[in-house]
């Protein structure tokens, strides 16, 4: 989302937003001295107030949403998405009190354009609502260029974003980078939405712990667990994706499954009551072979998680994950080849590595129906 703040010194209103790469800004208007700086701020309040919640639809889209009927979820989301088109004209007709009432949407954008509409009322300055309209137009446009999949510009702020879906387009973008090189895609992080590059990287975690596996004689979905012996991983998310896919979900429904059940532990839901009722049921299992004193129940009740992620940051925490899963497959594929032996060990590591990325390129492209 975009942020707006008052730069008192030289009395501009600007505009700020991440790009993975850290925040960059501009100046959105100048601002006259006969508005005070109250209505400054409360103007800046609105704006980035009316950007959370129009990027809500974005990482929130109806599509994900198990219901589009009238009052379901997904209807609401429909509703918010759709006001969105109705903002320009709230900025300039807003709702305002009176005889002590006023009228407030149900649908969170509609209500946010009104509060900027009515912050602009209260400054009164008509050239300051025109450039404030054609802000809020830009900030529009970003959100549904990220929903087409075009990262650029304003929109590449959805970098930074958790969404409930991927789009098909920012898949194959995060496919090709990670062809391009799958042991240090960190464009990942920049070029496109976290999700999409999520769904790819499970992809090829995938097919990395296929090709650990067939050196390693282990199973695919130990590998990176079998990795931690050898350099630090943080394993357990890695290896949830793996036993997922096992089962039979593709990447894209492993995937968005976790993302999901992280964004609604953000917002103090749980995710997976079965799930974590489990989790409980064996700690109490435990609890009566071991004792309630048992150090080692208390560790297993401070593993007890409602999601695996990181619950402020799920997307990126995910890719981050998925990402050193691979590393630990090549970690694996390098203590398997041994090349302790060789004269030149630096040249064996070389084409080991070398092997391993011709490897798993050939089984990310034989199972590439996965992305699908």
């Not at 990482?59 to 209807?75: D, F």
């Not at 050196?215 to 695919?220: A, E, I, K, R, V």
């Not at 012996?229 to 492993?254: F, Q």
């Not at 080991?352 to 129906?369: K, M, Q, Y």
Request: charged share 25%; hydrophobic share 45%; aromatic share 4%.
């Amino acid at each position: 989302m975009s942020r707006y703040a008052y730069d008192t010194t030289r009395r501009t209103l600007i505009v700020t937003w991440g790009t993975g790469l850290g925040d960059v800004a501009t100046v959105v208007a100048e601002l006259s001295s006969e508005i005070d700086d109250v209505r400054i701020q409360r103007l800046a309040q609105a704006l980035t107030e009316f950007s959370a919640t129009a990027w809500r639809t974005y990482t929130h889209p109806a599509s994900a949403a198990e219901s589009l009927k009238v009052n379901a979820e997904g209807w609401r989301r429909q509703e918010a998405r759709e006001a969105l088109s109705r903002a320009p004209d709230a900025l300039i007709n807003p709702n305002l009190p009176r005889a002590g009432m006023m009228i407030q949407p149900y649908v969170p954008t509609e209500e946010a354009a009104h509060g900027v509409g009515r912050a602009l009322h209260a400054i009164a300055d008509a050239a300051l609502r025109d450039v404030i309209v054609s802000e809020v137009r830009s900030e529009i446009d970003a959100l549904e260029r990220a929903e087409l999949g075009d990262l650029t510009g304003r929109a590449r702020q959805a970098v930074l974003l958790s969404r409930e879906g991927a789009s098909p387009v920012q898949v194959e973008a995060a496919d090709r980078l990670l062809w391009q090189n799958p042991l240090d895609a960190e464009a990942l992080f920049t070029e496109v939405d976290p999700v999409a590059a999520g769904v790819a990287a499970a992809h090829w975690l995938q097919a990395a712990a296929d090709v650990a596996a067939g050196q390693s004689g282990l199973d695919p979905t130990v590998v990176v667990m079998e990795a931690d012996n050898i350099e630090a991983l943080p394993h357990r998310t890695p290896t949830t994706v793996l036993e997922m896919m096992s089962a039979g979900p593709n990447p894209y429904a492993t995937v968005t499954r976790l993302i999901r059940g992280a964004m609604a532990a953000a917002e103090g839901r749980v995710p997976d009551l079965d799930a974590l009722l489990e989790q409980i049921d064996e700690i109490d299992d435990l609890t009566r072979e071991l004792g309630s004193s048992s150090r080692a129940n208390e560790a297993l009740r401070e593993e007890i998680r409602t999601t695996p992620l990181d619950p402020s940051r799920p997307a990126r925490d995910l890719l981050e994950d998925l990402l050193l899963g691979i590393r630990g497959c090549w970690l694996l594929y390098q203590q398997c080849a041994d090349t302790a032996g060789e004269e030149n060990v630096g040249e064996a590591y070389e084409q080991s590595t070398a092997a391993f990325v011709e490897a798993l390129r050939a089984e990310a492209r034989s199972h590439r129906s996965r992305l699908l």
